[in-house]
């Protein structure tokens, strides 16, 4: 009998055994599949650090061919991964302050080329617009006798109000506001281009009357 009862218990004994190992095999899979899974993202950050250092590096030093746009969406990117590395840490704020100064610079210069075009069309403009009046100049600065010079600015104050009609010289520009010379009258001015027999200014701008006749005028600095 207790034979019998030994024989009944040996397929149980087994089947626990056999169970344990299972248990114990799929726990120890378990755990080799967290170790991989960490060791596989510890090589990701790793990688991620080293490329992180190798373009905030080449960034700081211009070493790319990456344009403005390019080197800001690389930024963004690499602090996206939020890497917590001392080095990457440090050189995202330099490039960080690197790429501000770039960005003020493109701006200036942006600036600075919509400035000039728009000078460009406006003094375009102006030449086409005073075209009359720049020939008068032309003309007195040009005359090859002082009778002549005096023929052509009696033509000339014909185009404005009175011989008294204030001329403003620019000499210089600059944030907006505008440098003048001494101011003068047309018929000084007129005088002066037939005694220096030169043209160094040209037309900025005219006002004028009902009568269409010029009451004041504002020249520039070629």
């Known amino acids: 009998m207790r034979k019998k009862s030994m024989m009944l218990a ?14 114990l095999g799929g726990t120890t899979s378990c755990k080799s599949k967290k170790k991989l899974a960490r060791e596989q993202a510890a090589a990701e950050y790793a990688a991620r650090v080293d490329q992180a250092k190798k373009d905030l590096t080449a960034i700081l030093d211009d070493k790319t061919s990456w344009s403005l746009q390019e080197k800001e969406q690389r930024f963004e990117t690499i602090k996206s991964w939020q890497l917590q590395d001392e080095e990457v840490l440090k050189l ?8 501000a100064r770039e960005r003020s610079e493109a701006m200036r210069k942006a600036e600075e080329d919509r ?15 005073y075209a009359v009046l720049e020939n008068h100049f032309l003309s007195i600065a040009g005359a090859p006798s002082t009778a002549v010079a005096n023929e052509k600015i ?52 005219a006002k004028y009357d009902a009568n269409g006749k010029i009451t004041e005028l504002e020249l520039i600095k070629k």
């Open 10 to 23: 040996a397929p149980r004994f087994l089947l626990v055994l056999l169970m344990a190992a299972i248990t």
């Open 92 to 99: 995202i704020d330099l490039v960080e302050d690197k790429l």
């Open 115 to 129: 400035l000039r075009k728009a000078e460009e069309e406006r003094a375009k403009a102006s030449g086409s617009k």
């Open 154 to 205: 009696g033509q000339t104050l014909r185009l404005f109000s009175t011989p008294d009609v204030p001329v403003l010289i620019i000499i210089s520009q600059a944030g907006g506001f505008n440098d003048y010379d001494r101011p003068t009258t047309i018929r000084n001015y007129l005088d002066y281009l037939k005694d220096q027999k030169v043209n160094n200014n040209r037309v900025e701008q």
